[in-house]
């Protein structure tokens, strides 16, 4: 079984930053992927930032303002974001690409953690 569990999210102001940390648990062999997606009220979910062992990539609507990390050891992805906007208003989600035992390929989700802007 695997675990995902997001933390860090709040309210902040506009011109604000916030720090998501998204934490990987249980039978893992490996962890080739692991992504931030968001969604907000009325809208589809939207992959914004995502981290492999040797790459990075983002939407165009965080680019430059948002950055993915990943702590192996931890099995921990992280996404600092700075100069919010109060379209960055949404649900934050963290999803994993992962190996587990004995020796299958999944993806797994957290429940997600709530970013708010304003003023």
């Known amino acids: 079984q695997v675990e995902v569990v997001e933390s860090g999210g709040g309210l902040v102001q506009p011109g604000g930053s916030l720090r998501l940390s998204c934490a990987a648990s249980?039978?893992?062999?490996?962890?080739?992927?692991m992504g931030w997606y968001r969604q907000a009220p009325g809208k589809q979910r939207e992959l914004v930032a995502r981290i492999s062992s040797s790459s990075t990539s983002y939407s165009d609507s965080v680019k430059g303002r948002f950055t993915i990390s990943r702590d192996n050891a931890k099995r921990t992805a992280y996404l600092q974001m700075k100069n919010l906007e109060p379209e960055d208003t949404a649900v934050y989600y963290c999803?994993?690409?992962?190996?587990?035992?004995?020796?299958?390929?999944?993806?797994?989700w957290g429940q997600g953690t709530q970013v708010t802007v304003s003023s």
């Open positions: 999803k994993v690409d992962v190996w587990v035992l004995p020796n299958t390929y999944g993806e797994y």
């Open positions: 249980g039978s893992l062999l490996s962890i080739p992927g």
